[in-house]
């Protein structure tokens, strides 16, 4: 059982927006900022978001990130068929004095 | 360009002892913290534990404490994960990541390609 919590799966069609939830608590996204990984099959993950909503140089601003209390979103814009991949959400967490990850969301374009 | 390079994927049998690394370069090894990360197969990314290479505090997820050794050597900037009696269930992909903070922003933005290690008799 992860300490955030993620939605399993998510799917859209191309072009369409979707977002991917992640909820956690205030040792963690209530304290300190979100960060979203991408990882592609066989890959290490790959930092998409940081400090909630920046992007790292080279990721499309169709990526973006939200937070709000103990809850976080990454919401994909004009969504691509390359956008396939597993997505997870980390934090600090103070009560651990460690990371924490969601369970992971496996994006699937229809 | 900051690079972590982890070494190559190992096999062993249960009871055997293993000793992985993480070769960080492009920055100055001691401002950054190095974590451990494993990702059993078809599963997600659990953090194990995270080491100060300035002095080698190190703070294990206790999911994972008293079961490997995180241990860093600054003179070759590089961090080991070592276990000394394996078991099957040890079997995973094992990523190093570099730990920045500013403020209350943490973020974990260089990994290392992975090392998979395969336990089996």
């Known amino acids: 059982q992860s300490v955030l919590t993620q939605p399993p799966s998510a799917s859209g069609t191309p072009g369409q927006r979707v977002t991917i939830s992640c909820s956690g608590s205030s040792s963690n996204i209530g304290s300190y900022s979100i960060n979203w990984y991408r990882q592609l099959p066989g890959t290490a993950p790959k930092l998409l978001i940081y400090?909630?909503?920046q992007r790292p140089s080279g990721v499309p601003d169709r990526f973006s990130g939200s937070k709000s209390g103990t809850s976080a979103s990454l919401a994909i814009s004009g969504l691509q068929s390359e956008d396939e991949s597993d997505y997870y959400c980390a934090a600090w967490d103070d009560s651990l004095y460690g990371w924490v990850f969601g369970g992971g969301t496996k994006l699937t374009v229809l | 360009e900051v690079q972590l390079v982890q070494s190559g994927a190992e096999v062993r049998r249960p009871g055997e002892s293993l000793k992985i690394s993480c070769e960080a370069s492009?920055?100055?090894?001691?401002?950054?913290?190095i974590g451990w990360v494993r990702q059993m197969p078809g599963k997600g990314l659990e953090w194990m534990g995270i080491i100060n290479p300035f002095d080698s505090t190190t703070v294990y997820s206790p999911s994972f404490k008293g079961q490997v050794t995180i241990s860093a050597d600054k003179s070759i900037t590089t961090a080991y994960l070592q276990w000394s009696t394996l078991k099957a269930s040890d079997t995973a992909i094992y990523y190093c990541?570099?730990?920045?903070?500013?403020?209350?922003?943490?973020?974990?933005?260089?990994w290392g390609q992975g090392t998979l290690v395969t336990v089996s008799s």
């Open positions: 492009g920055y100055t090894f001691i401002n950054n913290w």
């Open positions: 990541t570099r730990h920045s903070r500013d403020g209350s922003s943490r973020s974990l933005g260089y």
């Open positions: 400090s909630n909503d």
